[in-house]
C-alpha cells in the first residue's frame, strides 16, 4: 500500500505489553484512518455502558494515509474515546508535527486499552515502543512545557514530538484536553481525563520511515498549484495574515460574535480583540504544522498585571479569543492571552472552560449566584482580573472552580435553583463561537452532531450565499459539485439548507477521516476544493477514489458514531439545542433573531430523511449500516459493561 505505514499499535496498560497489527488493504479501504478508524476500535474493544474513566474505556489515536507527505494540510490526527462529558463519542484532532512524526515512527495509530497500575509514558521510536515510567512527571504540577522539555532531555531526543496531559488532566477537570507541542490540542469532548485514567502521561514519537506515495510529481505539482494561490485566496491569506482571528470583525458585522453567554451576537469592543489588533499589538510571528506553507497559527508575547504571555504557548485563536473575550465581556486582548497560555500550561480545553466561566458570569449577573457561593468573586461581565482568578480555580479543582471544573452542564446541577436555564451546551458540550441563530444550518448540525455541537462538522452558511448577477465567487462552483445548486441565504432555514449541511457535513467527516486540516481542503473557501481531495487522494494512494466514494467515507464515519451512540440508547433524544436559543438574540445585526422549535424539529426531520437513518430514534437503519459495510455492529455482543459509572450529562 501507498501512504500508509501499515501498521497499528495496540496497547494493553494493564498488562504492560503491546502487539502490532497489519491490517489488509480493503481494511484500510474501508476505514482509511483518523476518526472512522478510531471508531472502528472504540465499538469493537469497549462494551455498551462502560465507565469513560473505567478499565473498559478505549483511547486511541489515528492518521492516514496522506499524513507525513509533503503538502499543506495534511499533519492532522484524531483521539477517539467514550466521552466522560457527555457519555457518548469523543472525538478531537490536532494538527502540529506529533501527526507526521507519528507516521515517521512506521505507525497509522495508536489504540489503548486498559490503565496502568503506575503513570507511564509512551517512547515511540522507528517501529519500537518502550513503556516508561512517569511518577517523576506527575503530581508536581509541572507546566506542559516543562513536561515536553523534561521528556526530551531524559530520550535524549531534542526532536521528539510529544502529547501529554497537563496537570488539570491529573487532578480530574472533566474539561481537560490533550496537549501537542505545549500549543496545540486535542482540545474537545474530554480527551484529558480519560488519558489521565489510564495513567498514560505522555507519547512521544521520532521516526526516519517517511511514506511511500503513488505518483510524487501528482502531488508536487498540487502542492506548487496551492501555494501559489495563497495571495489569491482572500479567507487563507486572512488565515495566514490575522489566524482564525482574522474572523473576529466578520463574525461581529453579522451578528454571530457570541456575547455575554450567547445573549447576543454583538460585542461592542470586538476591534479590540480582532485578529488585525493582534498583529499591531503582541504578535511576534507565524508558526506551522508539519509542510503546510498557509501557517496559520500565532505565536504571540506580552504580560498582563506582571504575568507573562511566553511565546512557547503559541497564541489564542478565534475561539479562545470569542470564549474568554466576548462571550465574558473581556475586551483586553493581553488578560486573554494569558487565559490561553493557562489552558496551555494546565491542559485545558479553552472553548469549555472559557464558555464556563461565561456561564457562571450570567449566573452572577443574574443573582443565581452570589458572592458566597464564587468564595467573594464578583463574576461580572467585562472584568478580566475576575475571570483569569475563576480560571486559576478551575485548572486547580479549588473553590468555586471545583464546581466549574466539572464543566456548565454538571455545574448547574450542582449549582441547583434555576442555572440550568441558562446553559449553552448541546450532550454536555459548550457551544462554540458560530451562533446558529444567524448560520442557520448549524442548528441542526449543532444537534444532530454524535459529539456535542461543532463548528468544524461542516461548511458554514456564508459560503452558499447568492451573489448578484454578474459577480462569481470560488465556494459556489465548488458547492455545486457536492450536488448544491440553488444557493441560499444566511438566515435562511429551508430543505435546500438541510441538505447544504447533510452533503458538506459528509465532506467535513472524510476530512476527518483522512486526517486533514479544514482550513486547507474542504468543499468551498478552502486552498483545495472537492476536485483536489479526489486528486490528493489517488495521487497518494493509487486507488480509483471517486468524489461520491469520497462522501460515502465521510457518511461512514458519522453512521459509526451514531451507531455508538445509539447503543448507549442516545438518539434523537439528544438531539437538540439549549432553551437559551429559542429565545431572541439583543443587538447588533442579529437583534431578535431566535430558532423557533418548530424550525428546528422540521429541519431534524428532513436530515435524518437525508441521512436515511429511523426519523423516530435517529438512529441509522440496518439497511443504511449494510450499505456502508457496517452490518457488523448489529452483531457485536450488547452485554453492558461490568464497570458502572456515568453514561450520560
Ligand atoms: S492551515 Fe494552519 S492549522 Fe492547518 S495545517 Fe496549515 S498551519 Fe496547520
Same mark, same amino acid.
Given at each position: 500500500m501507498y501512504g500508509f505505514a501499515g501498521k497499528v499499535l495496540h496497547v494493553d496498560l /494493564?498488562?504492560?505489553?503491546?502487539?502490532i497489527e497489519q491490517p489488509d488493504e480493503a481494511f484500510y479501504r474501508q476505514y482509511w484512518g483518523g476518526s472512522a478508524m478510531g471508531m472502528y476500535y472504540l465499538l469493537k474493544h469497549t462494551p455498551p455502558l462502560a465507565d469513560p474513566l473505567g478499565l473498559d474505556n478505549t483511547l486511541s489515536f489515528f492518521i492516514s494515509a496522506p499524513t507525513g507527505v509533503p503538502i499543506s494540510g495534511q499533519s492532522r490526527a484524531t483521539a477517539t474515546t467514550k466521552s466522560p462529558i457527555s457519555g457518548l463519542v469523543g472525538d478531537s484532532q490536532t494538527g502540529g508535527f506529533w501527526p507526521a512524526e507519528l507516521k515517521f515512527a512506521g505507525f497509522d495509530g495508536i489504540v489503548i486499552t486498559g490503565q496502568s497500575p503506575t503513570p507511564v509514558y509512551l517512547w515511540i521510536k522507528d517501529g519500537q515502543l518502550e513503556i516508561r515510567a512517569a511518577d517523576h512527571l506527575w503530581g508536581h504540577d509541572f507546566t506542559t512545557g516543562e513536561v515536553e522539555q523534561k521528556i526530551k532531555d531524559e530520550l535524549g531526543e531534542p526532536q521528539a514530538e510529544v502529547i501529554q496531559i497537563g496537570a488539570a488532566g491529573e487532578r480530574g477537570v472533566r474539561f481537560a484536553c490533550v496537549m501537542n507541542m505545549s500549543n496545540r490540542a486535542f482540545g474537545r469532548t474530554g480527551i484529558g481525563p480519560v488519558m489521565a485514567s489510564k495513567n498514560l502521561k505522555a507519547i512521544a514519537v521520532r521516526g526516519t520511515q517517511k511514506p511511500e506515495v503513488f505518483d510524487k510529481a501528482a502531488i508536487a505539482a498540487l502542492n506548487r498549484s496551492g501555494t501559489k494561490e495563497i495571495p489569491n485566496n482572500a479567507d487563507v491569506k486572512g488565515l495566514q495574515d490575522y489566524g482564525t482571528a482574522s474572523v473576529v470583525s466578520f463574525q461581529n458585522a453579522i451578528g454571530s460574535l457570541p456575547t455575554h453567554n450567547y445573549t447576543s451576537g454583538y460585542f461592542e469592543k470586538a476591534d479590540e480583540i480582532s485578529g488585525e489588533k493582534m498583529a499591531d499589538t503582541i504578535l511576534q510571528g507565524n508558526d506551522t504544522c508539519f509542510g503546510c506553507t498557509v501557517r496559520c497559527k500565532r505565536v504571540v508575547e506580552t504580560e498582563y498585571r506582571k504575568s507573562k504571555v511566553l511565546p512557547t504557548y503559541?497564541? %489564542?485563536?478565534?475561539?479562545?479569543?470569542?470564549?474568554?473575550?466576548?462571550?465574558?465581556? +473581556?475586551?483586553? =486582548? #493581553?488578560?486573554?492571552? @494569558?487565559? &490561553?497560555?493557562?489552558?496551555a500550561e494546565w491542559g485545558v480545553d479553552t472553548i469549555a472552560c472559557g464558555a464556563t466561566i461565561a456561564f457562571a458570569m450570567e449566573l452572577y449577573e443574574n443573582e443565581v449566584l452570589n458572592l458566597d457561593d464564587t468564595g467573594g468573586i464578583a463574576l461580572r461581565y467585562g472584568d478580566a482580573d475576575a475571570m483569569l482568578q475563576t480560571l486559576n480555580q478551575i485548572v486547580r479543582k479549588e473553590g468555586f472552580g471545583a464546581i466549574l471544573a466539572e464543566g456548565s452542564e454538571r455545574a448547574a446541577q450542582l449549582i441547583g435553583r434555576d442555572a440550568a436555564e441558562y446553559l449553552i451546551t448541546v450532550k454536555g458540550t459548550e457551544l462554540p463561537a458560530h451562533m446558529p441563530q444567524v448560520k442557520r444550518s448549524l442548528s441542526v448540525i449543532y444537534a444532530v452532531n454524535p459529539f456535542g455541537a461543532d463548528h468544524q462538522s461542516s461548511e458554514h452558511d456564508p459560503m452558499y450565499a447568492p451573489v448578484k448577477d454578474g459577480e462569481s465567487n470560488l465556494y459556489l462552483p465548488r458547492l455545486a459539485k457536492l450536488g448544491l445548486t440553488q444557493p441560499q441565504r444566511t438566515k435562511v432555514m429551508n430543505a435546500e439548507k438541510v441538505k447544504f449541511a447533510w452533503e458538506t457535513q459528509k465532506n467535513y467527516s472524510f476530512l476527518d477521516t483522512l486526517s486533514l486540516c479544514q482550513?486547507?481542503?474542504? #468543499?468551498?473557501?478552502? =486552498?483545495?476544493? %472537492?476536485?483536489?481531495? +479526489?486528486? =490528493?487522494? $489517488?495521487a497518494v494512494t493509487g486507488w480509483d477514489v471517486t468524489l461520491d466514494e469520497i462522501q460515502q467515507i465521510g457518511e461512514r464515519r458519522i453512521n459509526l458514531m451514531r451507531a455508538f451512540n445509539a447503543r448507549e440508547g442516545v438518539g434523537r433524544d439528544k438531539d437538540t439545542l439549549p432553551q437559551k436559543l429559542f429565545k431572541p438574540l439583543k443587538g447588533g445585526r442579529s437583534d431578535g433573531l431566535f430558532i423557533s422549535k418548530e424550525e428546528l424539529e422540521a429541519a431534524l426531520d428532513m436530515y435524518y430523511d437525508l441521512a436515511g437513518w429511523d426519523k423516530t430514534t435517529? &438512529? #441509522? /437503519? #440496518?439497511? $443504511? @449500516?449494510?450499505? =456502508?459495510g457496517l452490518e457488523w455492529i448489529l452483531e457485536l455482543d450488547t452485554t453492558p459493561a461490568n464497570s458502572t459509572g456515568e453514561t450520560s450529562a
Open positions: /494493564t498488562r504492560g505489553d503491546f502487539t503559541g497564541g %489564542p485563536e478565534y475561539e479562545s479569543i470569542a470564549t474568554f473575550g466576548s462571550y465574558c465581556g +473581556v475586551s483586553d =486582548l #493581553p488578560a486573554i492571552a @494569558l487565559a &490561553n497560555q493557562i489552558c482550513f486547507v481542503w474542504g #468543499p468551498a473557501w478552502t =486552498l483545495y476544493g %472537492p476536485d483536489e481531495e +479526489v486528486a =490528493l487522494i $489517488k435517529g &438512529n #441509522p /437503519t #440496518p439497511a $443504511k @449500516l449494510a450499505e =456502508l
